[in-house]
Nanobody, 118 residues
Framework: QVQVVESGGGSAQAGGSLRLSCKAPRMILSTFWSTDMGWYRQAPGNQRELVATFSRGGDTTYADSVKGRFTASKDNTKKTWYLQMNSLKPEDTAVYYC?????????WGRGTQVTVSS
């Protein structure tokens, strides 16, 4: 298992923006380059859902609910993945998790809370 740390959550008004970060502090660079990652979220009473993915090759996918509003990216020099969230909606309120290496056997962070008020 890899230590995974999310940050950047907080409160925003509807229509606002937040940027989440995901780091694996002890991950060596070559592993960082070859790791698939995903952003997930879980709202109270709901199951955890996949929000976005960023593959080792740089391909991204998004849930329909966030397409056009969220952007996943990666900074190789900082060994950090990002989720830029724009045009936030109250229904985006959830705990957001970073997953490295796949939902089945990969590593998870503890999550960061995002709260969007109307």
């Amino acid at each position: 298992q890899v230590q995974v740390v999310e940050s950047g959550g907080g409160s925003a008004q509807a229509g606002g923006s937040l940027r989440l970060s995901c780091k694996a502090p002890r991950m060596i660079l070559s592993t960082f380059w070859s790791t698939d990652m995903g952003w997930y979220r879980q709202a109270p009473g709901n199951q955890r859902e996949l929000v976005a993915t960023f593959s080792r090759g740089g391909d991204t996918t998004y849930a329909d609910s966030v397409k056009g509003r969220f952007t996943a990216s990666k900074d190789n020099t900082k060994k950090t993945w990002y989720l830029q969230m724009n045009s936030l909606k109250p229904e985006d309120t959830a705990v957001y998790y970073c997953n490295l290496g796949g939902a089945e056997n990969g590593s998870w962070g503890r999550g960061t809370q995002v709260t969007v008020s109307s």
